[in-house]
Every structure is written in C-alpha cells, then in structure tokens.
C-alpha cells in the first residue's frame, strides 16, 4: 500500500518529526510518498533512512517541491 504526506506546510524540524511518526505506524511493504518543500534537508531523510533501515525508493523534484518515495522493509 502507498501512503502520502504533505509536509510543505511545516519547517525543520516537523517534516522529518512528522514522517518518523507515520513511518514508524507501517508495515513492510508500505510505502509512502512524501512531499517536502525546498527547506527541508533531504540528507536528514537520507539519514533516516539509513538508521532506521527504510528503503529510499525515489526522489524528484517538481516546481518548488520535492517528492520522496520511501519504503518500508
């Protein structure tokens, strides 16, 4: 199943707060598609990512926004 988060209404450190709390709600399998304005690092979901052991399935970039893909394993 696919989920989808707007996040660009929130600054750092909400977007990242936010995400870790659905993510965390998930199974494997799931994935979620997050939508981040230009303030938000990337690299903090990078890192996320790695420490929490998510796959990072896509990102780019649309307008003033950007569109991450995770995915749970």
């Known amino acids: 199943m696919k989920y989808q988060l707007d996040l660009t209404a929130y600054r750092c450190p909400l977007p990242l707060l936010m995400a870790k709390k659905v993510l965390a709600t998930l199974t494997a399998g799931a994935a979620v598609e997050l939508v981040l ?37």
């Open 37 to 73: 304005n230009q303030a938000t690092s990337l690299s903090d979901f990078k890192l996320l990512c790695e420490q929490q052991g998510y796959q990072w399935e896509s990102c780019h970039q649309e307008a003033e926004r950007y569109i991450l893909t995770l995915k749970i394993r």
